[in-house]
Nanobody, 124 residues
């Protein structure tokens, strides 16, 4: 059974930083591209960033470019989202997701497995 468990969310002031973690189990982690998505109240879930199975490539949304980075540790089956220069509009529930890798470039859609999410709140 595949499980993705996010942690590291919380309340932070605008301009601050947070690091989210996602622990994966029940899958051959190194065969999966991993992604981060978010959903703000009243809005649809949106893509944030994805990282290839090797960790060598990322795909990100324009809204977070230059502020958010993704990394992974295949030995530990962990993926991370480092969020810097946070803005109030980054407030959302952040989800970790996994999809079998089919390309050297990680996708923005088609993720199969999802975590339960962790709340990030950025105060102004």
């Amino acid at each position: 059974q595949v499980q993705l468990v996010e942690s590291g969310g919380g309340l932070v002031q605008a301009g601050g930083s947070l690091r989210l973690s996602c622990a994966a189990s029940g899958l051959l982690f190194s065969s999966y591209d991993m992604g981060w998505f978010r959903q703000a109240p009243g809005k649809e879930r949106e893509f944030v960033i994805a990282i290839s199975r090797s960790g060598g490539r990322t795909t990100d949304a324009a809204s977070v470019r230059g502020r958010f980075t993704a990394s992974r540790d295949n030995a530990e089956k962990m993926v991370y989202l480092q969020m810097n220069s946070l803005k109030p509009e980054d407030t959302a529930v952040y989800y970790c997701a996994a999809v079998v890798s089919t390309s050297i470039v990680p996708p923005r859609t088609g993720f199969r497995y999802w975590g339960q999410g962790t709340q990030v709140t950025v105060s102004s």
